[in-house]
């Protein structure tokens, strides 16, 4: 065998020994004839795992979900022409959410470009702005150096995912024919990688001086909205709160809401009662400090609106500008537990006598009229919330559908002392992906962590492909199903003529034949004790499992507006 029969599948052997070398472990595979050196390389590399996803878009958010729950790249392996075009959804999702994956697209070598030839498109920066950084490696390189290079490039691009924003890197590869070697050569890992340590961002005890002089006896607010933070991030702002004797507004994808840390401060029920105009108009913060994504939370959005410019204090470590609201004072590029620690040793004078009280009155009023809600034996989300986060064991792992389901969450999860994590594509917000995101996370996740999805059925319908990826998994997907759009409903659209037609949008499907197509256990419920023997059994048992919970969109709309009447006229 000549070395021009080997070159392609060393060539790409080289480039993913580069990538597990800096820490990738796991790829995710779509079939294709030009990625078959890729493919067959990550097969036969001893420290990656590999899964297969027939489709493209799925395959991305199965990754997506990967990584998102280990923190950790997670490579992409596709063929080339429309096929990487697919993962677009997912790359969005990845670049305004933060989360590393490195992608590998096969390509044509550069004479069948721009000629006609078959299945070729320009694939050069395809993703755009959207991914950190692209490279476009040459045609195979046979001598030793070229295939030193071709490794450094794949270390490279993996710590560009991960640092100093991180997110999504493209790598396009064109091979030459033949892609499939008669006889598989013998390949060994080099095994050395360039070690990056990442820093943690202090902040510059100046800034911290002047902040906290600044806030010191001031009426202020903390918000955590989504984020990924550290374990100690917790413990810390908490601390933090308690010094400051100030509320602590905690979206439920910040990581607050549940957990054994200080939750004194904490306020899961603002949603409601920052609808209250009579409250938000006397008490008006005299400086906000956040931390992570804006909150879900569109009554907060409105209330931090009338902040005056420059009382925002945000905290992001990786270089962005999030403040939607344009009121930003200070910014500070730090590790937020650093920005919590350094602020907490510096505070001297907390916020003044009222300030906390009222805010806990709110939420304490607000928390009753809720859990009255929940038990009044109307069927709806606040009766389906609570009991999906009691019923799931400590440690578990919930993955929360954009539109309603996050919505509803934020409404009615209140907190828990055991241990929750929420998770949610929140960078662009779309309701593409989320079946597939979920059997990622499952699979990444540790053994015995229990899995749940929470999404709606325009979500369901979006991504019933990723079921296939359901055979290797364990999870329960819970499909809130209000016959179409139903955010739409709270929204001045709900009043049109033609509102069926263009905003909610019902399929009118019968999820039961989608769930027989994949040879999953199903049950429709349409009652509270129906759901929670539905439950029940589904945590009992392996594999994926599905609920769908039909909820009357109207009944639902209605007993949200009662609840948020009954808060403001309390």
């Known amino acids: 065998m000549n070395a021009g029969e080997t070159a392609n599948l060393q060539f790409a052997y080289a480039l993913l020994d580069g990538r597990a070398a800096a820490g990738v472990e796991r790829v995710v595979i779509s079939p294709g004839s030009r990625s078959t050196p890729l493919a067959l390389a990550s097969e036969l590399h001893p420290s990656l795992q590999t899964w297969v996803q027939v489709d493209e878009r799925c395959a991305a958010f199965f990754a997506l979900g990967m990584a998102r729950v280990t923190a950790a790249p997670v490579a992409l392996l596709a063929t080339s022409g429309s096929a990487p075009a697919h993962w677009y959804p997912a790359v ?9 994956l490195v992608l590998l697209s096969a390509d044509r070598p550069l004479e069948l470009q721009g000629c006609g030839s078959n299945q070729t498109i320009d694939q050069h920066k395809l993703f755009q702005q959207a991914v950190r950084a692209f490279h476009a490696l040459p045609a195979i390189v046979q001598h030793q150096q070229g295939q030193a290079f071709v490794r450094s490039v794949a270390m490279r691009a993996v710590h560009q995912s991960c640092w100093p924003l991180p997110g999504p890197v493209h790598i396009n590869v064109p091979f030459h024919e033949p892609l499939l070697e008669k006889t598989i050569p013998r390949l060994t890992p080099e095994g050395s990688a360039a070690t990056v340590e990442l820093p943690t961002l202090m ?37 933090l ?16 809401r549940f957990g054994d840390h200080d939750r004194a401060r904490i306020l899961c029920h603002y949603d409601a009662f920052l609808r209250r105009a009579a409250f938000c ?24 609106q009338h902040l005056q410019s420059g009382k925002l204090i945000v905290v992001d470590p990786y270089g962005r500008w999030p403040d939607p609201l344009h009121r930003t004072g200070e910014m500070l590029r ?62 578990s792992l919930l993955f929360a559908g954009n539109s309603m389901p996050v919505r509803e969450l934020d409404s009615f999860s209140g907190q828990f002392e055991k241990p ?13 992906g989320h079946v597939s995101s979920l059997l990622g996370l499952a699979s990444a996740s ?61 399929t009118g499907l019968d999820f039961r034949h989608a769930a027989d197509l994949y040879r999953l256990p199903f049950r429709r419920v349409g009652r509270a004790d129906e759901f929670q023997q539905a439950l029940n059994d589904s945590l009992s048992q392996q594999g994926v499992k599905i609920i769908e919970a039909v909820i ?10 009662a609840y948020w009447e009954a808060v403001c006229n309390h």
Request: hydrophobic letters at 40%; charged letters at 20%; proline letters at 8%.
């Open 281 to 304: 108009n006397r008490y008006r913060p005299q400086w906000v400090l956040r931390f992570g994504s804006m909150p879900v939370s569109r009554s907060l959005l409105h209330y931090l």
């Open 420 to 432: 929750l994590q929420l998770v949610a594509n929140r960078g662009a917000s779309g309701i593409d």
């Open 334 to 395: 730090a590790t937020p537990q650093a920005v919590c620690d350094g602020l907490a040793a510096r505070i001297a004078c907390p916020t003044p006598d009222g300030w906390w009280e009222a805010f806990s009155r709110q939420e304490q009023v607000s928390a009753q009229l809720c859990h009255d809600l929940g038990v009044s034996g109307h069927w709806f989300e606040a009766q389906l919330v609570p009991a999906l986060l009691d019923r799931l064991p400590a440690g």
């Open 552 to 561: 009357n969109p109207q009944h639902s709309v209605e007993r949200h507006r």
């Open 92 to 100: 969005i999702e990845a670049d305004q959410a933060g989360i590393p």
């Open 446 to 506: 540790a053994d015995g962590t229990t899995v749940a999805g929470l999404i709606g059925d325009l979500a369901f319908y979006h991504d019933m492909n990723g079921l296939l990826a359901a055979p290797d998994c364990n999870a329960t997907l819970i499909i809130i199903n209000n016959d179409g759009g139903g955010i739409f409903r709270y929204l001045p659209q709900a009043g049109l003529d033609a509102f069926e037609r263009y905003w909610s949008t019902p």
């Open 203 to 239: 902040p510059p005890d100046a800034q911290l001086d002047r902040i906290a002089t600044r806030i010191a006896g001031q009426a202020g607010l903390i918000v955590c909205g989504p984020g990924r933070f550290e374990a100690e991030f917790a413990p810390s702002v908490t601390r």
């Open 241 to 256: 709160a308690e010094k400051l004797n100030c509320p602590l507004l905690a979206d439920p994808l910040s990581g607050l």
